[in-house]
């Protein structure tokens, strides 16, 4: 992905890195005011996107599924926001048609797994405690490291069900077409504006648990104004995987009807 | 807290361009839109850095402000508050002008 780079003269570049593309390298001897730095060292020009690699490796994963006609979607949401619930209720409405797979994120047991076990889709389990500094998120190589246990070619929708972290799940892209950001009423109104970059990177925002709302004080206009401020023009659903509200309008969105 | 996985990012692609020669400091842009804590990621370098080449280089953190640009009207607004509003005509017609940075810039190599 291209990203945009400011220089303190105002000019602005976009630099879209492939993985091989590093031979455009420049190194020079400082000149001019560059405060702070040691005059006469020597500077390297890198321009290299800090998570170039991941960024690679998530663009193989989506040629991967793109290439057998798969819609790959994260869904990323706080702990207890109920994608797993949503989940459940989803496999249980499409009852196999179209095929999903998931790849389930969990920091360090199989417990949403085995929720979703059982309901005709096969599960592909990530614990990502096994990573180094990595236990708040997917990236795309773990999510790399169990794809090919799924059944792909006999698949037409991944899943990816993100570790519960309104932060760090925004910053990695995965190889996903789309992503949906579930929310619980119980969150409270002011999220949006908390975790601005988590909920402009949702191309759907599912405000679960709705059959809720009547024993809350949270004001929901509230909560779709500080979603319109962060993210104009947001899609939302309304559900509830408890009561079924709303399932079958995420299932469409899920399987790109 | 994923500013220790960046921060082994980071040192990835500046042990490689430095091919090993000694490494006085390491510039990255960090745009206000990416999720990233500039005095944790300072603190998460020292940690990454340990007992590698790299260790003593320092990370120089320039931060870029988000901004937007208006489609509307063309005014450049830049965002005190994640509020995604040109601040000229009110319009939510914009694109990200700034803010959405996360890249090495260059190496300051040692004197030899």
Redesign the interface.
Known sequence: MGRFHHHADGTVHVHDHDHDDHDHEHEHRDVGDHSGYETGALRVDVLEAILGENDHTAAANRRDLSERGIRAVNVMSSPGAGKTALLQAVLTRLDGAPRIGIVEGDIETPLDAERLAGLGAPVALVNTANGFGGECHLDASMVRSVLHDLPLDDLDVVVIENVGNLVCPAEFDVGEDARALVYSVTEGEDKPLKYPVMFRAADVVVVNKVDLLPHLDVDMAAFRANLEAVHPGAHVIEASAKTGIGVDAFCDWLVGR | ??E???C???S???A???AGRPV??VC??IGG????VPPALVSCWEIAVQDTPLQGAVL?VNH?PAAIDCRTCGHHTVLE?????CERCRG???T???G????????????A
Do not use: K
């Not at chain 2, 839109?33 to 990233?36: D, G, H, S």
């Open positions: 807290m994923h220790l996985s960046i082994h990012a980071i990835g692609i500046a490689r361009h430095a006085a400091r990255v842009d839109l990416r999720q990233v120089d870029i508050h994640p509020v995604f509003r939510t017609d914009t990200v002008a700034g959405d940075e996360l890249i090495i810039t260059s190496l300051v190599l040692q004197e």
